[in-house]
């Protein structure tokens, strides 16, 4: 069964740092390409960051362009979201998705991420 | 960069009903790269369709997809209480790769 399990979330103050982690089991991670999704509080969903399964590809929004950092250790079996100069605007429910046919086919339970003072 | 636009914001239907929901995009879209996501409240999105039409793994076939272009529809052909919810349609591009979701449409009990 593939699982992937968010966590790292938390309070964070604007200007902040934190650090999300996404451990997964239950298929070849090595394999695919893996995205972030966050979801801001009774909003709707937004593509955050993608990394192919080599690590030789990446990709971000433009919100988060320059502040976010995405990468993975497929001997961990792990994908990280390293989010710097935090907003109040990132404040959001931040899921790790895998790539299916440049879809999402399976996602975590989400992680939440607060920024605010 | 493509958005996609759903339609209407909210229905309200009755089990047993059927249920079409409308995903329009503001430029052409690969049928090949269209989805559509169904979430619950507290719950992370599930996976519906791919490829404008086809079932993910473990969706009942009341569930299906149609469009292509710039259209496209989700239809659920008799509504069960478990599926109402919200459901999302996204795309995705390249040059450079990002992937867009539309805003949403719930679709509620009546």
């Known amino acids: 069964e593939v699982q992937l399990v968010e966590s790292g979330g938390g309070l964070v103050q604007p200007g902040g740092s934190l650090r999300l982690s996404c451990a997964a089991s239950?298929?070849?991670?090595?394999?695919?390409?893996m995205n972030w999704v966050r979801q801001a509080p009774g909003k709707g969903l937004e593509w955050v960051s993608y990394i192919s399964s080599s690590s030789s590809t990446i990709y971000y929004a433009d919100s988060v362009k320059g502040r976010f950092t995405i990468s993975r250790d497929n001997a961990k079996n792990s994908l990280y979201l390293q989010m710097n100069s935090l907003r109040d605007e990132d404040t959001a429910v931040y899921y790790c998705?895998?790539?299916?046919?440049?879809?999402?086919?399976?996602w975590g339970q989400g992680t939440l991420v607060t920024v605010s003072s | 960069e493509i958005v996609l636009t759903q339609s209407p914001g909210t229905l309200s239907l009755s089990p047993g009903e059927r249920a079409t929901l409308s995903c329009r995009a503001s430029q052409s879209v690969s049928s090949s790269y269209l989805a559509w996501y169904q979430q619950k409240p507290g719950q992370a999105p599930r996976l519906l369709i791919y490829g404008a039409s086809s079932r993910a793994t473990g969706i009942p076939d009341r569930f299906s997809g149609s469009g292509s272009g710039t259209d496209f529809t989700l239809t659920i052909s008799r509504l069960e209480p478990e599926d109402f919810a919200v459901y999302y349609c996204?795309?995705?591009?390249?040059?450079?790769?990002?992937?867009?979701f539309g805003q949403g449409t719930k679709l509620e009990i009546k």
């Open positions: 998705a895998r790539e299916g046919f440049r879809d999402f086919d399976y």
């Open positions: 996204q795309q995705y591009g390249s040059s450079p790769l990002m992937y867009t």
């Open positions: 239950g298929f070849t991670f090595s394999s695919y390409s």
